[in-house]
């Protein structure tokens, strides 16, 4: 099989930024990027903060609720981002639109047009091209140590993924007729997202209202599973604290983060 490797030089060419990326953990193959960032914490060498792992071919990777995630090897994208900073943890759930908000925008600058879905999944029109996925420690009021994962599909075909698959998702490749750089692509995601942790403690109002910008089902009739049961209603947008807010018969209710089907 010829793979394109992931050259991390690249990547760290193309960031502007202060905090992330300085330190790139390449492998050719992982379980699961997010796992691997904990390992990576665990080890405590240094402050990993900023850190990215990053994957040619991810094995078991996780999506949210014990779902796995599908990865091309060598063509998709399998990220970690280690945050190991004291967040204040009334802000947890902006840690995840911000990521969203910034895979969405290194998308744009590769001319491909994606929506935000409750609560972290990246949609091309109505099909699933990448997923977010966060994973938090919490001390006393503090969010100790945060490990971002996000998943694109880039250079794959829809065909490449499992059968089941299919019907719901897209790739970049699928979308433009040709090739993407990752290492472009990831370097952008890190840049847009620095930008916007930056905004956690003074403009934090702001994260939300970029977010609702993308958002694929404003206004619209959405269904969620909440506690093993099936709800509907109507998705009217975002609390201060980043939480959903559905009017279900008349009557908003806040959700921290269910699944929407």
Known sequence: IYLIMIFTQLI??????????????????????????????????ENQHGTIVLTENQIRGKGRKENSWSMVAGKGLAISVILDKKYPSNRSSFISLAAGIAVVESLEKRGIECSLKWPNDIYYQEKKIGGILCESKIRKDSIDKIVVGV???????????????????????????????????????INSFERLLKKLNDKPTSIIDEWLNYCLHLNKKVSFSNDKQLDEGTFIGLNEKGYAQIEINGEVKTYNSINLI
């Open 12 to 45: 760290q060419t193309n960031l502007r930024t202060k905090e992330l990326g300085k330190k790139v953990e390449y492998y050719n193959r992982l379980d699961s990027t997010n796992e691997e960032a904990w390992e990576l914490i665990e080890e405590e060498q």
């Open 151 to 189: 998943g694109i599909n880039v250079n794959e075909t829809i065909e490449e993924h499992p059968m089941d698959l299919q019907k719901t998702l897209t790739t970049m490749f699928s979308i433009s007729n040709h090739a993407h750089q990752r290492e472009l692509i990831v370097a952008e995601f």
